[in-house]
């Protein structure tokens, strides 16, 4: 797995931990073929979040910018 944090790239091999400060920007995917399995701990603000992008019918940039807001983050321009 591979994780953005700020402007440093990082391997998360397995057994491995990645922490990402509060206010950093920051991604993360999996560059291979095989399944990654990953434990993500966040604070309950940030789960809401995540569960409204994933209930959302519509995930236009404009709609997806005015969710971030409503939960206090901000969606980054690739």
Do not use: C
């Not at 091999?13 to 993360?28: D, I, L, N």
């Amino acid at each position: 797995m591979r994780v953005q944090v700020g402007k440093e790239e990082v391997e998360a091999r397995g057994g491995s931990a990645v922490f990402v400060p509060h206010g950093t920007p920051h991604t993360y995917w999996n560059p291979g073929s095989n399944p990654v399995r990953y434990l993500l701990v966040m604070t309950s603000n940030i789960y809401r979040l995540i569960q409204e992008i994933h209930a959302m019918q519509e995930r236009t940039p404009l709609a997806l910018r005015a969710v971030f807001e409503k939960y206090d983050s901000e969606l980054l321009d690739p």
